[in-house]
């Protein structure tokens, strides 16, 4: 097959199909690609809510065999709930979905596993959008497809290797959500002992990813584009001199120290969260935690007694909210929760099931905001928001 959109040949045989609709323009793009010559462009102009099942591709697969599809994928701006995926489809078998892409992503790579069917036939690969029931649903963006590879999952064992491979990379996820609550919970991390607990949390969490692409050396290395200017940031680029007037001292074991474990641990976390699937998960976990401790830092603050979670003495003094000693300290990690929940209400990208329960979030956690009474915070939050809804 074709999955890479070299070859020239379309719209016969098992070449790529793809459609004539005015509302939807399908090119081939020799400038962002995620490999090879070019990619597959496809643009909405956000005048329909189209249901767009065009661009396709037969295959021919074995019976009795499993296929695992996958792809890289980008988007630009890509509006409303239903967004593209890609899937595989026979007549009479279960098809296979991958995590559908939204918004603007890097080239983010998408795969799902398919059983297969029993007897030798030709297969579907399509690239897929439904309708929307939301109000907002006039589809507008641009979505970038390559390296798109169909692939035979060994029969002896090799489907349950595969989903063994997910399985541990989602208690990686799962280890690194816990560090971030712990570094939360633990006062924000400024003491030392809860320092060195997550550092060597960090530095354990790495070594486990590097065990497991040692053993599974089939895995690529993801490079996320965001890693090069913040190790740039980080050790005294001339953003961070003009801003701080110094750079990072990089002889001082404060200096280099936690230069390292950040961009670690953004490198780590770039491997353990591959998919937007998998993004989405760690979003929702944000706006959870982020409301949990809302919650926790309202209630504290209603009976407070002049300890830490109700038992823990203060020596230095401070104006504590939640977990933090300093209530200007919860405000700032409020202010990187919030727009979790509140940004996707704003721009109506909430699907209406769940407008409930994110607004709640979204309200618990702003009140917290204006408990916690940060000066600087509320004035932040209150022009970066008005000035969104102005504009």
């Known amino acids: 097959m074709d999955g890479g ?8 045989g098992y070449a790529w199909r793809f459609p004539t609709n ?7 793009d020799s400038q962002e690609k995620h490999s090879g010559k070019r990619s597959l462009r496809v643009s909405f102009d956000g005048s329909s809510d189209i249901s767009f099942y065009d661009v396709c591709q037969t295959v021919p697969v074995q019976g009795g065999t499993a296929y695992e599809l996958s792809g890289w994928m980008e988007t630009k701006a890509l509006t409303t709930d239903q967004e593209c995926e890609s899937t595989l489809r026979t007549a009479g078998s279960t098809g296979a979905y991958t995590a559908d892409a939204r918004g603007t992503q890097p080239w983010t790579r998408f795969d799902a596993t398919w059983e297969g069917v029993k007897n030798d036939q030709e297969a579907e690969i399509c690239l897929r959008r439904d309708p929307s029931d939301q109000e907002d649903n006039k589809i507008r963006g641009t979505v970038l497809v390559d390296d798109i590879a169909l692939t035979p999952v ?20 799962f280890a690194i959500c816990a560090l971030v609550a712990f570094g939360v919970l633990a006062h924000g991390g400024v003491e030392d002992w809860a320092r060195a607990c997550f550092e060597i949390g960090g530095a354990l969490l790495f070594l486990a990813w590097a065990v497991w692409l040692f053993l599974h050396n089939e895995e690529t290395i993801v490079i996320s584009p965001l890693l090069p200017p913040l190790v740039a940031f980080y050790t005294g680029g001339p953003g961070t001199i003009a801003v701080f007037h110094h750079g990072i001292d990089l002889q001082h074991p404060h200096g280099i120290h936690p230069i390292a474990r950040r961009c670690a641990g953004c490198f ?19 706006m959870i935690f982020g409301f949990l401790v809302s919650v926790f830092g309202i209630l504290q603050h209603l009976t407070f007694n002049g300890k830490l979670y109700w038992f823990r003495e203060m020596h230095y003094g401070g ?31 909430v699907r209406r099931e ?38």
């Open 5 to 12: 959109f070299e070859s020239d040949v379309t719209g016969q």
């Open 22 to 28: 005015s509302k939807v323009q399908v090119l081939f």
């Open 154 to 173: 060994a029969q002896n064992g090799g489907k349950e290797w595969r989903q063994e491979w997910r399985e541990e990379m989602t208690y990686l996820r």
């Open 268 to 286: 780590v976390a770039v491997q353990a969260f591959r998919t937007l699937e998998d993004w989405r998960g760690f979003v929702w976990f944000v």
């Open 319 to 349: 104006i504590p909210f939640g977990p933090y000693v300093n209530r200007n300290h919860f405000a700032g990690f409020a202010e990187l929760f919030i727009p979790m929940a509140l940004v996707p209400l704003m721009l109506g990208k």
């Open 354 to 391: 769940r407008l409930i329960i994110v607004g709640l979030f979204a309200v618990v956690s702003i009140g917290s905001l204006f408990l916690a009474a940060s000066r600087e915070a509320l004035s932040v939050f209150s022009w970066k928001y008005s000035s969104s809804s102005c504009g």
